[in-house]
Nanobody, 132 residues
């Protein structure tokens, strides 16, 4: 069973930065191949629907961002460490949410999951609060 574990959340003032990490535990005794999964960060604020924030292809060569975070957030991955990151700069109060990482199989090396794609694995979520 694959487990995705997020870390790096917390409380930060507006204008500050946080880096979220999502690490995948081994799929089997032979190890977990994160390189087989496209990865995406989602977030959900209280009273709002969950939204996709940013995705990264298996190769890392393709990334997409929701308009609200373009120019402020950067997604990256290190397949050797089975970890995907979300660097969040110039944070705003409206970025406050629970952030989740998710893994999607069945995609090409340079594909992000299309809207509505079914994800294989989800993390438990981590809280990010932006407040003065």
């Amino acid at each position: 069973q694959v487990h995705l574990v997020e870390s790096g959340g917390g409380l930060v003032q507006p204008g500050g930065s946080l880096r979220l990490s999502c690490r995948a535990s081994p799929l089997s005794p032979h190890g977990y191949g994160m390189e087989f999964f496209a990865m995406e960060w989602f977030r959900q604020a209280p009273g709002k629907e969950r939204e996709g924030v940013s995705c990264i292809s298996r190769s890392g060569g393709i990334t997409n961002y929701v308009d609200a975070v373009k120019g402020r957030f950067t997604i990256s991955r290190d397949n050797a460490k089975n970890t995907v990151y979300l660097q969040m700069d110039s944070l705003k109060p409206e970025d406050t949410a629970t952030y989740y990482c998710a893994a999607a199989s069945g995609l090409g090396r340079d594909q992000c999951p299309p809207v509505g794609y079914e994800y294989d694995h989800w993390g438990q979520g981590i809280q990010v609060t932006v407040s003065a």
